[in-house]
């Protein structure tokens, strides 16, 4: 688009209908890529609710017709907002703020004895209201600004100095951990007055899993391992059989207990302590694209309320996310953070995901 001349585009009926402006008459179209996934079917191997292929009675796979999408783009035309004409386009500015503040002088007095650098006025060209001097350690304010105004910055670029203050100087690898400016810019938005040198909860974890056949049972002590978490099985009351994990057969009890809303099989195990744990790894096979039912059981049972939950999941040929989607939507007071299938469980994967997960 930049090589054709193009910041703002849209398709010709777009820029009509949804902004009411309209292309220019002798204007010249931008081509670009634009996405047009298709659908296509695809012979793929069965499998059963443990991920396994499905043998006929020849000995061979049995397999299936299964539509998928294919990711695909064609070629389309649009016009640069600079080739339209019509209404002005919606502003997402955020406008200087305005009006007075009742006994504004005290209050601007106790922002400047609680910042930990000097605060200034002055006439900052560009338009900006304000900024902190990461190098000088002092805060200017542009002068002139509303009462409203000067104190909405000064709380901002407080919260700079307190959330960014870092030795320019400093090795790289003292600074790698440092926002980057757009996410500077929300912290301090969001106005928090915490350092990020301040002390952080320790994250306490646990590694909590079910296993039917003993295979998520391998990766869930390979995920304790890495992440440094407690390891504890979900124990059902009755042991599933072979019989159980069925799945052609519509009577057996993994098929009806995954067929019935609100099924929540017994449960043994009990954790010790479960408050002394925020982060929960909550591991299982996947049964027609679901968390078994004994996965609801658990969850009830201790709440897992103001836990981070971390589902990690084995299958032969499921995605993970509709199991955890399903979970969310039975437990929608639970923070599922993140999911992951693992099959197979590298230690350097693992150690990437650890990383990824903060830990």
């Not at 106790?110 to 350690?137: C, M, N, R, W």
């Not at 039912?293 to 993970?320: M, P, R, W």
């Amino acid at each position: 688009i930049a090589m054709q001349g193009g910041q703002l585009v849209a398709g010709y009926n777009k820029w009509r209908d949804d902004f009411h402006r309209n292309v220019r008459k002798g204007e010249k179209a931008i081509k670009i890529l634009a996405p047009a996934p298709f659908k296509a079917k695809k012979e793929v191997q069965k499998l059963d609710a443990q991920g396994r292929p499905v043998m006929g009675k020849d000995g061979k796979p049995v397999t299936e017709v299964q539509e998928i999408q294919v990711p695909a783009f064609k070629i389309v035309s649009v016009f640069d907002v600079s080739q339209t004409e019509g209404e002005p386009l919606p502003s997402i500015g955020v406008e200087e703020l305005t009006g007075g503040v009742e006994r504004y002088g005290e209050f601007f007095k106790a922002l400047d004895q609680t910042s930990p650098v000097p605060i200034g006025f002055e006439d900052i060209p560009g338009g900006s209201h304000g900024y902190y001097h990461l190098t000088e350690k002092r805060i200017a304010i542009q002068e002139g600004m509303s009462e409203l105004q000067t104190l909405k910055t000064a709380i901002h670029e407080i919260a700079h100095s307190k959330l960014h203050a870092i030795d320019p100087e400093a090795p790289a690898i003292e600074q790698a951990d440092r926002p980057d400016s757009r996410t500077r810019e929300v912290q301090a938005s969001c106005g928090s007055s915490k350092n990020n040198n301040e002390a952080k909860p320790e994250k306490k974890v646990l590694v909590a899993y079910f296993s039917a056949t003993g295979n998520t049972r391998k990766i869930a002590n390979d995920v304790a391992e890495i992440m440094g978490g407690k390891l504890h099985e979900i124990t059902p009351a009755e042991a599933y059989t072979e019989k159980d994990l069925d799945w052609h057969d519509s009577t057996s009890r993994s098929y009806v207990e995954m067929h019935t809303a609100g099924s929540r099989p017994a449960i043994t195990d009990s954790v010790e302590n479960i408050d002394h744990y925020n982060i929960i790894f909550l591991g299982y096979p996947i049964w027609w694209d679901k968390a078994p039912a004994v996965i609801n059981t658990f969850i009830d049972k201790y709440g897992l309320e103001k836990k981070s939950v971390v589902c990690f999941a084995t299958s032969g040929g499921s995605q993970v996310w509709p199991s955890v989607d399903s979970l969310r939507a039975e437990h929608p007071q639970v923070n599922f953070w993140g999911e992951r299938l693992l099959n197979v469980a590298s230690k350097a994967g693992l150690e990437k995901w650890k990383a990824d997960c903060g830990l």
